[in-house]
């Protein structure tokens, strides 16, 4: 392996034959892109299936993280062993983890992801072997032009100027929350049109989210009659865009999907609301309820579902809100 150097800040660019990657910083969002970026560069480099292994470092034993790195994955797949909230085990374990970067093993890559990240001897031994990657909170200028970016990368819809810097200056520069109403907006929008600053003003905020989460509880509940109930008191009373209300139930099939795979892959409750930003906490245990009885598979062909919906109703085949009503029935069937 080459001599590498360390990584300090800005997009890393992954190799895929990194045996130690550190992700720092207090932005999560990034930390959490990046682990996907270099999953994908691993995948590419090894041109085979990875194995990952998740670590809550509050509680993992060094042995056993180290045993995971230096043991043969399934079908010899290469491994990613990822450490969340990495802090308090590489302060406790400083010293081990440099003699690991040292000599680490090949089929193998450790992800340290920690909010701080003191410098020392172990940066050093991880350079020549890896990456360290700062993940830090960007400047309002930078996050109105990566959003502008990500619109159109990620979502394939253009955003105004005006539309992008009303959304910085309603969500400030957390790039996790401006990602995800990028999501919302780009859902209400004509194919080969443009996110408009009018747009934003009606669908983006903390009013937006709790009506979101309103049509998400009461699916979740497994009610179909309280969750069309709902999805009626939003549109024809509150004024809310039947685009946002779509979005919504997309965005709750989409999680509980993911939710319901890493249930199945042994992950707990806590980690996963973390990851999937199910917040606050009061909403978390309905949620997890609802994980806990769909299978995966059923929750990916409700995805589905809802965005052919979704695609029918804007393509002037079938109506909004009758086609919402009808995916209501079949999710609550799911959950019984």
């Given at each position: 392996?080459?001599?590498?150097?360390?990584?300090?800040?800005?997009?890393?660019?992954?190799?895929?034959?990194?045996?130690?990657?550190?992700?720092?910083?207090?932005?999560?969002?990034?930390?959490?892109?990046?682990?996907?970026?270099?999953?994908?560069?691993?995948?590419?480099?090894?041109?085979?299936?990875?194995?990952?292994?998740?670590?809550?470092?509050?509680?993992?034993?060094?042995?056993?993280?180290?045993?995971?790195?230096?043991?043969?994955?399934?079908?010899?797949?290469?491994?990613?062993?990822?450490?969340?909230?990495?802090?308090?085990?590489?302060?406790?374990?400083?010293?081990?983890?440099?003699?690991?970067?040292?000599?680490?093993?090949?089929?193998?890559?450790?992800?340290?992801?920690?909010?701080?990240?003191?410098?020392?001897?172990?940066?050093?031994?991880?350079?020549?072997?890896?990456?360290?990657?700062?993940?830090?909170?960007?400047?309002?200028?930078?996050?109105?032009?990566?959003?502008?970016?990500?619109?159109?990368?990620?979502?394939?819809?253009?955003?105004?100027?005006?539309?992008?810097?009303?959304?910085?200056?309603?969500?400030?520069?957390?790039?996790?929350?401006?990602?995800?109403?990028?999501?919302?907006?780009?859902?209400?929008?004509?194919?080969?049109?443009?996110?408009?600053?009018?747009?934003?003003?009606?669908?983006?905020?903390?009013?937006?989210?709790?009506?979101?989460?309103?049509?998400?509880?009461?699916?979740?509940?497994?009610?179909?009659?309280?969750?069309?109930?709902?999805?009626?008191?939003?549109?024809?009373?509150?004024?809310?865009?039947?685009?946002?209300?779509?979005?919504?139930?997309?965005?709750?099939?989409?999680?509980?999907?993911?939710?319901?795979?890493?249930?199945?892959?042994?992950?707990?409750?806590?980690?996963?609301?973390?990851?999937?930003?199910?917040?606050?906490?009061?909403?978390?245990?309905?949620f997890m309820k609802a994980a806990q009885r769909i299978r995966a598979a059923e929750a990916a062909r409700l995805l589905r579902l809802i965005l052919e919906l979704d695609r029918r109703s804007k393509s002037g085949f079938g109506e909004a809100v009758p086609n919402i009503e009808r995916f209501c029935v079949q999710f609550a069937d799911t959950l019984r």
């Open positions: 392996m080459a001599r590498r150097t360390a990584k300090k800040t800005g997009p890393p660019k992954f190799v895929g034959d990194e045996c130690i990657v550190v992700l720092h910083g207090p932005e999560s969002f990034l930390r959490s892109e990046y682990l996907t970026q270099l999953r994908e560069a691993i995948a590419k480099h090894t041109q085979d299936e990875l194995e990952t292994i998740r670590f809550d470092g509050s509680s993992a034993e060094l042995a056993d993280v180290l045993d995971e790195l230096r043991s043969f994955g399934l079908m010899q797949q290469h491994k990613v062993v990822v450490v969340d909230e990495a802090d308090d085990f590489v302060k406790t374990h400083r010293d081990a983890l440099t003699r690991y970067a040292e000599s680490p093993v090949d089929m193998a890559t450790l992800v340290l992801r920690a909010g701080k990240w003191n410098k020392g001897n172990l940066d050093k031994a991880i350079a020549k072997v890896g990456q360290l990657v700062e993940c830090r909170t960007p400047n309002p200028a930078d996050v109105l032009k990566w959003a502008t970016h990500r619109s159109k990368s990620k979502y394939g819809v253009s955003i105004e100027a005006r539309a992008a810097s009303l959304l910085i200056d309603h969500l400030g520069a957390e790039l996790g929350r401006v990602d995800n109403e990028l999501g919302k907006l780009a859902a209400g929008t004509r194919e080969g049109a443009s996110i408009t600053a009018d747009q934003v003003e009606a669908m983006v905020g903390r009013a937006s989210d709790e009506h979101a989460w309103e049509i998400q509880s009461a699916l979740l509940s497994g009610n179909a009659h309280k969750a069309i109930d709902k999805l009626h008191e939003l549109i024809d009373v509150a004024g809310q865009p039947k685009e946002l209300i779509s979005y919504a139930v997309a965005d709750l099939m989409r999680k509980l999907h993911h939710a319901a795979a890493m249930l199945r892959a042994g992950r707990d409750s806590k980690s996963i609301c973390s990851e999937l930003k199910i917040f606050p906490w009061d909403r978390q245990p309905i």
